[in-house]
């Protein structure tokens, strides 16, 4: 079984012969009694997310993309899928080498938000965040300390919002390619913040100053 196989709900009687097969099947997951077998995960196209900004001259909401350089922990990505669907974001994007892929892990620390999103694996996010920046969406990315104070960025516009791999942030490459960097003001002696609370604050800021125009 590949690491791309998912589990979702198969009913069992309590019986110890299923109870085993179910322990079978998922492994190292947690079943929590209940198990099945689905195919791989269907990645959106980039197309599909980016055919979001088409209604904005009838009114809709200006693009938000949520672009993640380098994210490994599948648990990390769930929660940051998580965050974009419950914070209105248009689409995930992710690259197709060096970051994790939506695995049964990332499926539950999603709650169920990696069936609701669009998700785009590109294989290359440099050209990707050129393809943004030609189409007029303005490429902001997350850094420690640099760029500017989060509520000082306007995230009204169509923007695309980077955040960078666990304890590296993003690569230098890409955030050469972003239009403009900003950072989350911290009170705290902790060094940063993780990468999934900071997409979670970063999109809240962009719910909050799109409800408010």
């Not at 209940?34 to 001259?57: C, D, F, K, Q």
């Not at 922990?73 to 060096?98: C, F, K, T, W, Y």
């Amino acid at each position: 079984m590949s690491d791309q196989d998912f589990f979702f709900a198969l009913d069992v009687s309590g019986d110890p012969t299923d109870d085993q097969m179910v322990a079978d099947l998922a492994g190292d997951t947690v079943h929590q009694g209940v198990v099945a077998l689905a195919g791989e995960y269907r990645y959106a196209e980039l197309g599909e997310v980016l055919a979001r900004a088409a209604p904005v001259a009838d009114g809709a909401e200006p693009l938000l993309i949520l672009l993640l350089d380098g994210i490994t922990d599948p648990h990390n990505l769930g929660a940051l899928v998580r965050s974009a669907e419950v914070l209105g974001a248009h689409g995930v994007v992710i690259p197709d080498r060096s970051a994790a892929p939506v695995t049964p892990a990332a499926v539950k620390a999603s709650a169920g938000a990696t069936e609701r999103m669009r998700i785009a694996r590109v294989g290359n996010l440099l050209r990707t965040l050129d393809s943004l920046r030609e189409r007029g969406i303005r490429v902001l990315g997350a850094d420690a300390t640099g760029g500017q104070r989060l509520d000082e960025v306007d995230l009204t516009v169509p923007v695309g919002l980077v955040v960078g791999a666990e304890g590296k942030g993003m690569r230098e490459a890409v955030a050469r390619r972003c239009d403009a960097l900003f950072h989350i003001p911290q009170r705290g002696a902790v060094a940063s913040l993780n990468a999934s609370v900071a997409g979670a604050i970063t999109l809240y800021e962009a719910a909050r100053q799109r409800e408010k125009r």
